[in-house]
T-cell receptor, first 115, second 115 residues
Framework: DVKVTQSSRYLVKRTGEKVFLECVQD?????MFWYRQDPGLGLRLIYF?????MKEKGDIPEGYSVSREKKERFSLILESASTNQTSMYLC?????WGTGNQPQHFGDGTRLSIL | AQKVTQAQTEISVVEKEDVTLDCVYE???????LFWYKQPPSGELVFLIR??????QNEISGRYSWNFQKSTSSFNFTITASQVVDSAVYFC????????????FGTGTRLTIIP
């Protein structure tokens, strides 16, 4: 089974802090993704990466950056956290498409509160 | 642009009743995949099914069945003889068959099974 591990289930930070959310997958997947989930809005893609050191903006990249130095690890960075970034953050990974896009496998999520 | 609509925000049924979750989508791609994910209270998204646009056969897996109708752009999900463990938020999602790794999610349907 694919295992996607997010470093924290719950995190509380203060406005203006630099926040790191870490995600590790153990299935040698090429693609990794960061989403945020808010009530009534579903899941929205922040950034994704299809290879080491590669990244692509999703639908809502403002206020975020990412880092992928190793294939198995994809970090989401909030450079200066703000209260509107309080949300549930979900990491996912998938195989590079070969016979069509493969299912994304998700971690347990990090519930981030910015005070 | 792609869009997935789950018009039912919340559904409650009594245990053992059947329930259908609706999903309607819009896409200009001629080939694409559709997915259903389950998000139990613990938070992680669990992959349930991937259906490609070539194949309009309905699928059954135990108590779960999926009805894909390309003519009406719908991919509905039915749970037969519902159980309390089925209580979760269910997401429908769409992605092109090749390329563009952006998975477009609906806003989800919260299903509550009443014992």
């Amino acid at each position: 089974d694919v295992k996607v591990t997010q470093s924290s289930r719950y995190l509380v930070k203060r406005t203006g802090e630099k926040v790191f959310l870490e995600c590790v997958q153990d299935m040698d997947h090429e693609n990794m993704f960061w989403y945020r989930q808010d009530p009534g809005l579903g899941l929205r893609l922040i950034y994704f990466s299809y290879d080491v050191k590669m990244k692509e903006k999703g639908d809502i990249p403002e206020g975020y950056s990412v880092s992928r130095e190793k294939k198995e690890r994809f970090s989401l960075i909030l450079e200066s956290a703000s209260t509107n970034q309080t949300s549930m953050y979900l990491c996912a990974s998938s195989l590079l498409w070969g016979t069509g896009n493969q299912p994304q496998h998700f971690g347990d999520g990090t519930r981030l509160s910015i005070l | 642009a792609q869009k997935v609509t789950q018009a039912q925000t919340e559904i409650s049924v009594v245990e053992k009743e059947d329930v259908t979750l609706d999903c309607v989508y819009e896409t200009r791609d001629t080939t694409y995949y559709l997915f259903w994910y389950k998000q139990p209270p613990s938070g992680e998204l669990v992959f349930l099914i991937r259906r490609n646009s070539f194949d309009e056969q309905n699928e059954i897996s135990g108590r779960y069945s999926w009805n894909f109708q390309k003519s009406t752009s719908s991919f509905n999900f039915t749970i037969t003889a519902s159980q309390v463990v089925d209580s979760a938020v269910y997401f429908c999602a769409l992605i092109p068959y090749f390329g563009n790794e952006k998975l477009t999610f609906g806003t989800g349907t919260r299903l509550t099974i009443i014992p």
